[in-house]
């Protein structure tokens, strides 16, 4: 059974900083690209930034200089860094692993097996 668990959520002031891992058993996502996506409360779920391999990432634009995407095929994880974390990045922040990365039009194109069961990021003063 593949699982992907994340953790590291919780609730920050606007400013602070959150790092979110991403932990998964069962299949080996190293050469397949991993994701995080968030939902906030009435809207759709997002892509935040996605990872093919160290070199390889890419942002939202509202999160471009403020959240970094890393990954550690040793432990099958990827992480998410969030620094400057303002009101509107408040959401339930999901990974998602073995995706398919289109290097030219730099998308990605999430497997909708293997989604993490979320963790929530509230951000509040």
């Known amino acids: 059974q593949v699982q992907l668990v994340e953790s590291g959520g919780g609730l920050v002031q606007p400013g602070g900083s959150l790092r979110l891992s991403c932990v998964a058993s069962?299949?080996?996502?190293?050469?397949?690209?991993m994701a995080w996506y968030r939902q906030a409360p009435g809207k759709q779920r997002e892509l935040v930034a996605f990872?093919?391999?160290?070199?390889?990432?890419n942002y939202a634009d509202s999160v471009k200089g403020r959240f970094t995407i890393s990954r550690d095929n040793a432990k099958n994880a990827v992480y998410l860094e969030m620094n400057s974390l303002k009101l509107e990045d408040t959401a339930v922040y999901y990974c998602?692993?073995?995706?398919?990365?289109?290097?030219?039009?730099?998308?990605?194109?999430?497997?909708?097996?293997?989604w993490g069961q979320g963790t929530q990021v509230t951000v509040s003063s």
């Open positions: 990872i093919f391999d160290s070199a390889v990432t």
């Open positions: 069962g299949r080996v996502f190293a050469g397949h690209g």
């Open positions: 998602n692993g073995g995706g398919v990365v289109t290097m030219g039009s730099g998308r990605y194109y999430p497997n909708d097996d293997y």
